[in-house]
């Protein structure tokens, strides 16, 4: 049994390469995202350099939250050569350590890493995220002509005297607030009657309430009002299960909010799909673990193919691919969000099990 003096040792040397990755891809996503958000906002009288460098600040961990199973894979790839090179693995397998025995401080330090993604990076980059849009929509207010349908968000109200198409630049409060706000009423025969314009749309009990509002009606000139109302049978939940991204909510509030909706009868696949990907992350980074094993423990001597790390690398890869996928197949409902979340994850668990018992034990 591997002694608690070179297990903590292992660990740290895997935590410690963690870190240096975070930091790294951090710093990339960093200065990727201000050079890009620059090109976007510096035209624009609302932005200065403190705010895109708060801009990105808060936006950069959202990025960094989708990189955290590559940083795992990387990272224990890393950690195992650097091991191996320096003779460390041969040590420890002359003391009578078998492979399952020195991964094990390893796949606790993915677990780690895993659960502090999911109860400290996820509330951070979710909150983050979100103040990242209202700033955004600030920057931006007053340009509701430029709402695309390429770029809005679109809801469709009916109602006795007919239907309102809302688009909105930006959905802020979880789905609540509408930023840049577009409602076009249509009547019975499909023809639009009104559209009215405006620069935040904020959602009541059984009504809209907008803020600076532009109407136009055909043949009459635009009208301006500092506020109006528009009667709604739209619930909040349902708002919210529409527009509401599932990534940009904590992971603390999902449960609260999958469970509202089911109370009211509302689909909850997106958000269901959410959940349970993070909570099977953990998992996820043990198994990444466990491909790098495969391809990164072989004797430095007998020389560590090049091509046999680029192929943990691929299968690192196309697992995500596959998890990816497999989310989209659940946030539609096609497959059960609780299927498509730990399928693929208990796949890639036991593909590496297989391969190490194969090359360890024969």
């Not at 930091?23 to 996503?29: E, K």
């Not at 904020?202 to 009002?225: C, D, H, K, Y």
């Not at 001597?301 to 299968?315: E, H, K, P, V, Y």
């Not at 208990?346 to 590496?352: D, L, P």
């Amino acid at each position: 049994m591997i002694g608690w003096t070179l297990g903590r040792y292992f660990f740290r040397r895997y935590i410690s390469i963690v870190i240096w990755f975070l930091i790294g891809i951090f710093s990339l996503i960093f200065i990727i995202d201000f050079t890009e958000q620059s090109n976007r906002f510096s035209g624009l009288p609302g932005y200065s350099l403190p705010i895109g460098l708060l801009m990105t600040s808060l936006r950069a961990p959202m990025v960094l939250q989708i990189t955290v199973p590559f940083i795992a894979l990387f990272a224990a790839m890393a950690t195992l050569i650097v091991l191996n090179r320096k003779y460390e693995l041969v040590i420890a397998r002359s003391a009578g350590i078998s492979a399952w025995q020195f991964l094990l401080p390893l796949c606790v330090g993915a677990m780690v890493f895993g659960l502090a993604s999911v109860f400290v990076l996820n509330p951070i980059a979710a909150h983050g995220f979100s103040r990242v849009e209202r700033m955004e929509s600030e920057i931006r207010s007053g340009r509701s002509n430029k709402v695309s349908s390429s770029s809005a968000h679109w809801l469709r109200q009916r109602g006795d005297d007919g239907d309102i198409i809302i688009g909105a630049r930006a959905v802020l409060d979880g789905g609540l607030v509408l930023s840049d706000a577009v409602f076009i009423h249509v009547d019975k025969e499909g023809q639009i009657t009104e559209r009215q314009d405006a620069r935040r749309a904020e959602l009541a009990q059984g009504e809209w309430i907008l803020s600076n509002v532009r109407g136009f009606m055909s043949g009459e000139m635009p009208t301006l009002a500092e506020s109006a109302r528009i009667p709604t049978n739209l619930r909040p939940e349902f708002v919210q299960q529409r527009l509401a991204r599932p990534e940009a909510t904590p992971f603390f509030e999902l449960s609260e909010k999958i469970e509202t909706a089911k109370a009211f009868g509302f689909a909850t696949n997106a958000f269901s799909m959410q959940y349970h990907s993070l909570i099977a992350l953990p998992v996820l980074m043990v198994a990444m673990t466990l491909i790098a094993a495969t391809v990164s423990m072989g004797f430095v001597r007998l020389g560590q193919s090049g091509t046999l790390i680029l192929g943990g690398i691929a299968a690192g890869f196309l697992l995500y691919v596959v998890t990816t996928l497999v989310k989209a197949f659940g946030s539609s409902g096609i497959v059960p969000p609780v299927v498509a979340a730990w399928v693929p994850v208990v796949i890639a668990m036991f593909f590496g099990v297989t391969f190490l018992l194969y090359k360890e034990d024969g």
